[in-house]
C-alpha cells in the first residue's frame, strides 16, 4: 500500500514556476514508477511526466517538454515535478500516481495509487 500527498500547487502570473512535491508512505516507494497526471475543469485527465524507479526512464508530454522536470529522491520517498515558464492552458489539479511495475508509463491504467490532487492556476 502507498499514500500519495502533493503540496506545492498554486496561482501564479504565466511565466513563473512552480515546484510540486509527492510525498510517499511505505517503504517500497524506490520499487515504484511514478508519474504526474493533470485534469483541467471539464477535460480528461491527462498524462504529463513519469518516472522510472531509478530515475533512469523519464517522459514528458509533449507540451511541457523543456519547461517541466519531473525528478525524485528514493531516500526522501518523494517525487517533484518543477514547472518553469508556466502558461494558462497548464492550469489544472495536478496528481501524482505510483506503478508497481517500476517502470514509468505514459498511460494511467498501470498506476494503481493517487493523490488528492494540487490545483495549479497559471494567469495570463
Known amino acids: 500500500q502507498v499514500q500519495l500527498v502533493e503540496s506545492g500547487g498554486g496561482s501564479v502570473q504565466a511565466g513563473g514556476s512552480l515546484r510540486l512535491s509527492c510525498a510517499a508512505s511505505?517503504?517500497?516507494?524506490?520499487?515504484?514508477?511514478m508519474g504526474w497526471f493533470r485534469q483541467a475543469p471539464g477535460k480528461e485527465r491527462e498524462f504529463v511526466s513519469a518516472?522510472?524507479?531509478?530515475?533512469?526512464?523519464?517522459y514528458y508530454k509533449d507540451s511541457v517538454k523543456g519547461r517541466f522536470t519531473i525528478s525524485r529522491n528514493n531516500a526522501k520517498n518523494t517525487v517533484y515535478l518543477e514547472m518553469n515558464n508556466l502558461k494558462p492552458e497548464d492550469t489544472a489539479v495536478y496528481y501524482c500516481?505510483?506503478?508497481?511495475?517500476?517502470?514509468?508509463?505514459?498511460?494511467?491504467?498501470?498506476?494503481?495509487?493517487w493523490g488528492q490532487g494540487t490545483q495549479v492556476t497559471v494567469s495570463s
Open positions: 500516481a505510483a506503478e508497481p511495475t517500476g517502470w514509468g508509463t505514459t498511460s494511467d491504467g498501470p498506476y494503481a495509487y
Open positions: 511505505g517503504r517500497a516507494f524506490r520499487n515504484y514508477g
Open positions: 518516472i522510472s524507479w531509478s530515475g533512469g526512464n523519464i
